[in-house]
T-cell receptor, first 112, second 115 residues
Framework: SQQGEEDPQALSIQEGENATMNCSYK?????LQWYRQNSGRGLVHLIL?????REKHSGRLRVTLDTSKKSSSLLITASRAADTASYFC????????????FGKGTRLHILP | DGGITQSPKYLFRKEGQNVTLSCEQN?????MYWYRQDPGQGLRLIYY???????QKGDIAEGYSVSREKKESFPLTVTSAQKNPTAFYLC??????????????FGPGTRLTVL
């Protein structure tokens, strides 16, 4: 069962520009996380935002959460070539034990 | 170094064979997970375990089996009953069960190809 859906599926931007990715989900959540995956590698946790939080920052990352719209966005400012990767949102809920459900991801390509 | 390891990195299997993928963690995490990832797709949960000697099926458990005899280890067997096993397999672990902090730590993955 797919909970999160990222949008867009793919995004290409020039180095130095900001990249915005969106995630929508279907049911109430406890936390929402964003992960990054470089090609052929495992996922790396970027940031977690709790359902009672609206915005969170970590370095060049800014995450927002709108529980009324069941959506989140990830903003990467001043993009770099090393940001080229796939980005996934993942949600968990109290009624899902410790399981989290991943979306299909946004493939981000930073152009030199 | 603390972390989660998977082996082998690449695995080739003939049709009809069972193969076992290894996953080990030294993070003292209670919960461990196996995911399957197909090209251009997200992760789908195969099995997960919240405690030693206990595990539950995920969304796509058919054709797979697991064991959790030790806290550190959660091997996945891909059986001959799995009709389309070629995929990238990811193992993950997370902290105390029931915690609201549910960050998962991932291994580097095993790419399985059926010949």
């Amino acid at each position: 069962s797919q909970q999160g859906e990222e949008d867009p599926q793919a995004l290409s931007i020039q180095e130095g520009e900001n990249a915005t990715m969106n995630c929508s989900y279907k049911t109430s959540i406890n936390n929402l996380q964003w992960y990054r995956q470089n090609s052929g590698r495992g996922l790396v946790h970027l940031i977690l935002i709790r359902s009672n939080e609206r915005e969170k920052h970590s370095g060049r990352l800014r995450v927002t959460l709108d529980t009324s719209k069941k959506s989140s966005s990830l903003l990467i400012t001043a993009s770099r070539a090393a940001d080229t990767a796939s980005y996934f949102c993942a949600t968990d809920a109290w009624d899902r034990d410790d399981k989290i459900i991943f979306g299909k991801g946004t493939r981000l390509h930073i152009l030199p | 170094d603390g972390g989660i390891t998977q082996s082998p990195k690449y695995l080739f299997r003939k049709e009809g064979q069972n193969v076992t993928l290894s996953c080990e963690q030294n993070l003292n995490h209670d919960a461990m997970y196996w995911y399957r990832q197909d090209p251009g797709q997200g992760l789908r949960l195969i099995y997960y375990s919240q405690i030693v000697n206990d595990f539950q099926k995920g969304d796509i458990a058919e054709g797979y089996s697991v064991s959790r005899e030790k806290k550190e280890s959660f091997p996945l067997t891909v059986t001959s009953a799995q009709k389309n096993p070629t995929a990238f397999y990811l193992c993950a672990s997370s902290g105390p069960t029931g915690s609201s902090y549910n960050e998962q730590f991932f291994g580097p993955g095993t790419r399985l190809t059926v010949l």
